[in-house]
């Protein structure tokens, strides 16, 4: 079973780089980020025709995640965080699909620090740890994944410098993630590529992309449940480089049953 996460950067304006993607790799489970649509406006008739079911939490113009399954429909656990009744931002969504716990996130990114974007972070990393850990409590196989928007370590990133004072990097959202890992989250990613230079994002600007300028902040937390059933995880770079792409490239792991 592959299960697979992609920051598309607005569905409506990916859609026919999507449904390439879901065509030519067919994961049994699609996570999507940034769908930047309301939800009468989410294209579910366009991934019927091609076999998936889709649940999704949208908001205009901003944020949005969806999960998306092959020839199933996902079944909604919960959309939302708790902890913050004023939290409008669509981030969360969670099912429950062929058997597995699918958490589907687009964390803030938290941009400019300080400031109340980045306190916005933090809090949202707690509130989803939080959540992280009523699931392991669950003792189910489970899969938490989507946009993190940290960049785990300097082996995440092609140049440390060049990142330093933005909020994907800062001890304080590293310290939040590595908390995550130390409940017994694995991610897959740094498991399978412990050397690093595993890149998910390059920007559209300064001919990132053409100098492989990238960085690593789509990640993948397994529980124990899951990680010991983990058998393959990597990056679908080459759909980055198409035209009118998003500047996440897909990740996916998978599981043997």
């Known amino acids: 079973m592959k299960i697979a996460t992609f920051n598309i950067n607005g569905i409506k304006a ?29 294209p579910a008739a366009d991934f019927e025709r091609i076999g998936y079911h889709a ?4 908001q ?22 708790d902890g913050d009744p004023q939290d409008e931002q669509s981030r969360y969504l969670e099912a429950e699909v062929f058997g597995t716990r699918i958490a589907c996130i687009y964390l803030p990114n938290g941009n400019p620090r300080p400031g109340p974007k980045f306190d ?3 809090r949202w990393m707690e509130r989803l740890r939080a959540r992280m850990r009523e699931i392991s409590a669950q003792e189910v196989p489970a899969i938490v994944l989507g946009d993190y928007n ?4 300097d082996r995440d990133v092609w140049a440390p410098a060049a990142m330093a004072d933005d909020a994907l990097m800062q001890p304080e959202a590293r310290d939040a993630y590595f908390r995550l890992l130390g409940d017994g989250w694995t991610d897959a990613l740094a498991t399978h590529y412990p050397q690093g230079g595993v890149w998910t994002y390059w920007d559209y600007q300064a001919g990132a992309w053409q100098r492989d300028h990238g960085f690593r902040i789509d990640h993948a937390l397994l529980s124990p449940e899951l990680a010991d059933r983990l058998t393959a995880c990597g990056v679908d770079k080459d759909h980055r480089g198409r ?15």
Request: aromatic share 10%; glycine share 8%.
């Open 14 to 42: 990916r859609l026919p780089r999507l449904i390439e993607w879901l065509e030519e790799t067919r994961p049994a489970v699609a996570c999507l980020q940034e769908i930047k649509t309301q939800d009468e406006g989410f």
């Open 55 to 58: 649940i999704w939490h949208g």
């Open 60 to 81: 205009k113009g901003f944020n949005g995640v969806a999960i998306l399954a092959d020839g199933t429909m996902p079944v909604e656990i919960r959309r939302g965080l």
């Open 120 to 122: 916005y972070k933090l």
């Open 150 to 153: 940290v960049i785990p370590t």
């Open 243 to 257: 035209e009118k792409a998003s500047d996440h490239a897909p990740v996916w792991c998978s599981f043997r049953p």
